[in-house]
């Protein structure tokens, strides 16, 4: 039972142009929500957040939204960069002292020049 | 500040085999992870340590898994005996405490294969 989707394994965009990521969850428990970004052969690294008393986040480039009713959010990247061609994972947690992630498989991000 | 440590970084072991990861996380940090990433997956947990304590076990195949991480700093991950299915990258991460809120770092991974 996959509590964090991401239904697209790959997205295909040109430098400069707007990088949309979606996730999807299903446990209504779930109210912090992270995106971590994955080099090959590195670990993944820490992105962005947001908790769900917001309906977005912005840092820099970075921008995520959620949508609480739909159990949805996406991750927006503008402008991309050809350094952002990465998988990028959306994870989940309740926060409830001592919480774990859930991760989703990831979407590969590929950005051309 | 250095991050956190993993070795080795690759293995390859025959199915029935021991073997066994070490994590040495970044200094300071109370809240130690193991995760296991199977190809085209995301990072699974398998065991969080709060200092030298377990929080949370519940996804560790406790009859081939084990883990410990003495005086509360390195950790080390043991499977015996490994199973084809345990192929997989192992990821340590460690974090300042255990609230969500506090990032969670990420070493490089241990890519084992099962043959």
């Known amino acids: 039972d996959q509590q964090v989707k991401q239904n697209s394994p790959s997205l295909s965009v040109q430098e400069g142009r707007i990088s949309i990521l979606n996730c999807d969850y299903t446990?209504?428990?779930?109210?912090?929500f992270l995106w971590y970004k994955k080099y090959p052969a590195e670990g993944p690294t820490f992105l962005i957040s947001i908790s769900s008393i917001k309906d977005k986040n912005e840092d820099g480039r970075f921008t995520v939204f959620l949508n609480k009713s739909a159990k949805h959010l996406s991750l927006h990247i503008v402008p991309s960069q050809p350094g952002d061609s990465a998988v990028y994972f959306c994870?989940?947690?309740?926060?409830?002292?001592?919480?774990?992630?859930?991760f989703g498989k990831g979407t590969m991000l590929l950005v051309s020049p | 500040e250095a991050g956190v440590a993993q070795s080795p970084r690759y293995k390859i072991i025959e199915k029935r085999q021991s073997v066994a990861f070490w994590c040495n996380p970044i200094?300071?940090?109370?809240?130690l992870y193991w995760y296991q990433q199977i190809l085209g997956q995301g990072p699974k947990l398998l065991i969080q340590f709060q200092n030298n304590g377990v929080v949370d076990d519940s996804q560790l195949p406790k009859d081939r898994f084990s883990a410990e991480r003495l005086k509360g700093v390195d950790s080390t991950l043991k499977i015996q005996p490994a199973k084809l299915e345990d192929s997989a990258v192992y990821l340590c991460a460690s974090s300042r405490t255990g609230k969500t809120y506090n990032e969670q770092f990420f070493g490089p991974g241990t890519r084992l294969t099962v043959l």
């Open positions: 200094s300071g940090h109370a809240t």
């Open positions: 446990n209504s428990m779930f109210d912090y």
């Open positions: 994870a989940a947690s309740a926060d409830s002292g001592y919480s774990t992630l859930t």
